[in-house]
């Protein structure tokens, strides 16, 4: 079975500073993984993929985030914060065979502060 | 251009009633589908269509019926709501049943009273 798990349901920085939104997931098999975030009232908006190929992935809007098979993780970074970057980031997974299905993690709400 | 639209952006109605929420997207994309996200922001998989074809249909009450007329549209019908059913609805597409890069509606808020 598939599943994604944001450890942390809120993470504060202040802007200026790195950030990091932690995700780890199963799957059976390679995995396609994803980063959406998400702004108030809004639907997701799609920042990065990892299908294959180089582990670190960059994204829309300075977002990157590092595949890490061997831990299971696929944390999302950004090296400087800005305070627009404030909303609830989703950690996606799926898995190349056994249905279409995309798993999304709880969320992680970021907040940054000026 | 909206990519993907749903209409209506709000929802209010009684236990009971019977609602439908239209989606449609512009983007030629074939595969839709339908997320529910609770009040506790956690997003759940309904439904999802692949040309018109039904594709995924997880553990959803038979209240719920989606419809797909053609590919650049995707509705969702809701029998006898429940006070449960409150939540946001989500409409999203991609190009194809990999679901890489889906591309998501504003949202339907449904609150049932």
């Known amino acids: 079975a598939q599943s994604v798990a944001q450890p942390e349901d809120q993470v504060n920085v202040a802007e200026g500073n790195p950030l990091t939104v932690k995700c780890t997931y199963s799957?059976?098999?390679?995995?396609?993984l994803f980063w959406y975030v998400q702004y108030p009232n809004r639907g997701l908006q799609f920042l990065l993929k990892y299908i294959t190929g180089d582990n670190l992935v960059k994204g829309s809007y300075g977002f990157e985030a590092e595949f890490n098979k061997s831990q299971t993780s696929f944390h999302l970074k950004k090296p400087s914060a800005l305070v627009s970057d404030s909303a609830l980031y989703f950690c996606a997974v799926r898995a190349l065979t056994g249905g279409f299905k995309t798993i999304f993690g709880a969320g992680t709400r970021l907040f940054v502060k000026a | 251009d909206t990519a993907v639209s749903q209409t209506p952006k709000y929802l209010v109605t009684q236990m009971g009633n019977d609602k439908s929420i239209k989606c449609e997207q512009n983007l030629g994309h074939d595969t839709m589908y339908w997320y529910k996200q609770d009040s506790k922001k956690f997003l759940k998989i309904m439904f999802s269509y692949n040309n018109k074809e039904l594709i995924i249909n997880e553990t959803v009450p038979n209240r719920f019926s989606p419809k797909s007329p053609d590919k650049a549209h995707l509705n969702l019908h809701i029998n006898s709501l429940e006070l449960g059913d409150s939540a946001v609805y989500f409409c999203a597409s991609s190009q194809d049943t990999s679901g890489i890069e889906q591309y998501f509606g504003p949202g339907t808020r449904l609150t049932v009273t």
């Open positions: 799957v059976s098999g390679n995995p396609y």
